[in-house]
């Protein structure tokens, strides 16, 4: 063989020992990153079992709010999955699901009241079923609890469930339930919120799910349907569902003897009506009342707007009213306030027509009014400056008399 086909074969060879060795200590994998919960799983926090019920066949159907329940509800033998709080329901609504459950329905809902609770408000679904819930009470403070030094932990009797359940939920102490069903030899565990339990003693149960701290799931007989109550939805969550065997113990939980697939109609939110709807339903007396001083005040505050009234223009007053007034202050002897207006006066036109001459001292500007008046600088002096000149008549008609003919020649 020749040198160059000596080098082609090392090469091919050492090209297959290479991939050989690679694909001996490397395998592919796939890793999966959490990137958080989609929109749609935000707005429905039941979205993972909605897709289990569809892929199991079920026919499901969301409905926003418990308005669409005064329509046609599903046939006889389906299911009405109603998690959320029923403060918006009401109780011709109520009243209304029991009918439908009477005849043949399955109605499947959570407690959210307590029976003790002095501001418990009525529920209309479950008081006429009998069906009471109740807060386990907290474990009694023993001797070793008081020896405890403040802010040490103390550990709290409960169960540990899985990782994802505690992240969801943290602080939440759960009751693990191992259930057994029929035709099956493997039991099932299911997580439950250990600080609530329910009871019904006056009607008999087809079903119950006990941990415990007491029931955590009743199956009560009304007419020819069945309500199924549980104390929390933690095991359809989102969160939940795919931990321990919580999605087959709600499958098994929603399947009834003789049915196969069925039409279910889940309630993911409860949406509250708008502000308009609330008012108009509740506020009725309030917004009458409302109207009425909305147009008390629109009527008392409406003679007070149009148009600005212009103002008067000013009216300079006759010379028979500066006369009257002048006698009126003669006749009270007050002639001392008609020399100091004849003296302001003056100064004005002084300040008007010859401002220089307020620059002057007071024995020279004496001299020009006198020189401009005709009149003797003692007379000037005197009009100008004498306190005593309306001590008489006859000075102070010579007074007023100097003071405006030397106003009149400035």
Same mark, same amino acid.
């Given at each position: 063989?020749?040198?160059?086909r000596?080098t ?6 050492s090209l $297959? ?7 001996t ?6 890793e ?10 935000q ?10 019920l569809?892929?199991?066949g079920?026919?499901?159907e ?9 329509g046609?509800?599903?046939?006889? =033998? %389906?299911?009405?999955?109603?998690? %959320?709080?029923r ?6 609504r +109520?009243l209304?699901?029991?009918?439908w459950?009477?005849? =043949? =329905?399955h &109605?499947?809902?959570?407690t !959210?009241?307590?029976?003790e609770?002095?501001d418990r408000r ?13 807060m ?6 023993t001797?070793e ?6 802010g040490?932990? @103390?550990?709290?009797?409960? @169960?540990? %469930?899985p990782d ?7 602080g939440?102490? !759960? ?5 057994t ?9 299911v997580?439950f919120?250990?600080n ?5 003693p006056?009607? #008999?149960?087809?079903a119950?799910i006990?941990?415990?701290t007491?029931?955590?799931l009743?199956r009560?007989?009304?007419g020819l ?7 929390d939805?933690?095991?359809m969550?989102?969160?939940g569902?795919g931990?321990a065997?919580?999605?087959e113990?709600a ?6 003897k003789?049915l =196969?697939?069925?039409?279910? !109609?889940?309630?993911?939110? #409860? ?5 308009l ?6 506020g009725?007396a309030?917004l009458v009342?409302g109207?009425?001083?909305l &147009?008390?005040?629109?009527?008392r ?16 007053? +006759?010379?028979l009213?500066h006369?009257e $007034? ?10 001392g ?6 003296r302001?006066?003056?100064s ?5 027509r010859r ?5 002057m ?8 009014l006198?020189?401009s $008046?005709a009149l003797p ?6 009009a100008l400056?004498?306190e005593d000149?309306?001590s008489?008549r006859a ?5 007023? $008399? ?5 106003r009149?020649?400035l």
């Open positions: 063989m020749t040198r160059q000596w082609w074969v090392v090469a091919g060879v $297959a020992v290479t991939t050989g060795i690679f694909f200590c490397f395998e592919r994998r796939t999966s990153e959490y990137r958080g919960a989609s929109l749609e799983a707005s429905n926090p039941y979205l993972a079992w909605q897709l289990l569809e892929r199991m079920h026919e499901v969301i409905f926003d709010g418990p308005a669409e329940l005064s046609a509800l599903p046939e006889v =033998g %389906a299911t009405i999955f109603y998690p %959320a709080n403060v918006t329901l009401g109780e011709q +109520s209304r699901l029991l009918d459950v009477e005849a =043949g =329905g &109605l499947w809902v959570t !959210w009241t307590l029976w609770d002095e009525p529920d209309f679904l479950l008081d006429p079923l009998g069906v009471r819930q109740f386990t009470p907290e474990p009694e403070e001797e609890s008081k020896d405890t030094e403040e040490e932990e @103390v550990e709290v009797d409960g @169960v540990t %469930a994802p359940m505690e992240n969801a939920w943290p939440v102490q !759960w009751d693990e339930v191992e259930l069903f029929t035709q099956q030899k493997q039991p099932l565990t997580y919120d250990r609530f339990w329910i009871e019904a006056e009607v #008999e149960l087809l119950e006990r941990g415990q007491g029931a955590h009743v009560i007989a009304h349907g069945v309500v199924t109550v549980v104390t939805d933690y095991m969550r989102n969160d569902l931990n065997d919580h999605a113990v499958l098994r939980l929603l399947l009834r003789d =196969g697939p069925q039409k279910v !109609w889940l309630l993911p939110v #409860e949406n509250w009506p708008g502000f709807g609330l008012v108009r339903q509740h009725r309030a009342a109207a009425f001083w &147009l008390a005040w629109a009527w505050a409406g003679r007070r707007f149009g148009p600005l009234i212009s103002e008067k223009p000013p009216v300079s007053r +006759s010379l009213e006369v $007034a002048a006698g009126h202050l003669l006749a009270r002897g007050r002639r306030v008609l020399v100091g207006s004849a302001d006066a003056l004005d036109e002084l300040r008007a401002p220089g001459w307020l620059q001292r007071p024995d020279e500007l004496t001299q020009h006198a020189s $008046a600088p003692a007379a000037v002096t005197e400056l004498a000149v309306a008489s000075a102070f008609t010579q007074t007023i $008399a100097t003071l405006e003919r030397i009149h020649t």
